[in-house]
């Protein structure tokens, strides 16, 4: 693969329209939260150089930057039409920043959770061989 096919990307495009957009004045009163979002989306762009520099199946790349390149679009219009225009009623759609900040600040009642669920299907799914076993 050539590298304007490795590195010359509409993902990184979109990344950059993110980020100025988080640059426009916001209706909201406080956009304390837009540093985590910037963190976020930078963290996975980072990801996706490293994975384009040093993987070769151009599949797995061209997947990759699609299913981020629709993360960037959704997050765009969100920030957009809830923080900085305020279409959307901010009690239901909060900045995606702030989404971001308490999705790293409960990570630990999130992983608690992931853990009872997955116990609970798990236990299930023994129970139901147990059952279908006897039969």
Same mark, same amino acid.
Not at 1 to 8: A, N, V
Not at 33 to 62: D, P, Q, T
Not at 117 to 131: A, D, E, H, N, P
């Given at each position: 693969?050539?590298?304007?096919? +490795?590195?010359?990307r509409i993902t990184?495009?979109?990344?950059?329209?993110?980020?100025?957009?988080?640059?426009?004045?916001?209706?909201?009163?406080? $956009?304390?939260?837009?540093?985590?979002?910037?963190?976020?989306?930078?963290?996975?762009? !980072?990801?996706?150089?490293?994975?384009?520099?040093?993987?070769?199946?151009? $599949?797995?790349?061209? &997947?990759?930057? $699609?299913?981020?390149?629709?993360?960037?679009?959704?997050?765009?219009?969100?920030?957009?039409?809830?923080?900085?225009?305020?279409?959307? &009623?901010?009690?239901?759609?909060?900045?995606?920043?702030? !989404?971001?900040?308490?999705?790293?600040? &409960?990570?630990?009642?999130?992983?608690?959770?992931?853990?009872?669920?997955?116990?609970?299907?798990?236990?299930?799914?023994? +129970?139901?061989?147990?059952?279908?076993? $006897?039969l």
């Open positions: 693969m050539t590298i304007k096919k +490795r590195f010359l990184h495009v979109l990344f950059a329209i993110l980020l100025l957009v988080q640059l426009l004045p916001s209706k909201a009163e406080a $956009n304390e939260y837009r540093s985590h979002l910037i963190a976020a989306v930078s963290s996975a762009e !980072v990801i996706f150089i490293i994975f384009s520099a040093f993987f070769k199946k151009e $599949n797995f790349l061209r &997947d990759f930057g $699609n299913i981020l390149s629709v993360i960037y679009v959704i997050l765009t219009a969100w920030t957009i039409l809830a923080p900085k225009t305020q279409t959307l &009623d901010p009690l239901i759609f909060p900045a995606p920043g702030e !989404v971001v900040w308490y999705l790293v600040k &409960d990570t630990d009642k999130l992983s608690e959770g992931i853990i009872s669920s997955v116990q609970t299907v798990f236990t299930g799914y023994i +129970r139901l061989l147990i059952l279908f076993q $006897n």
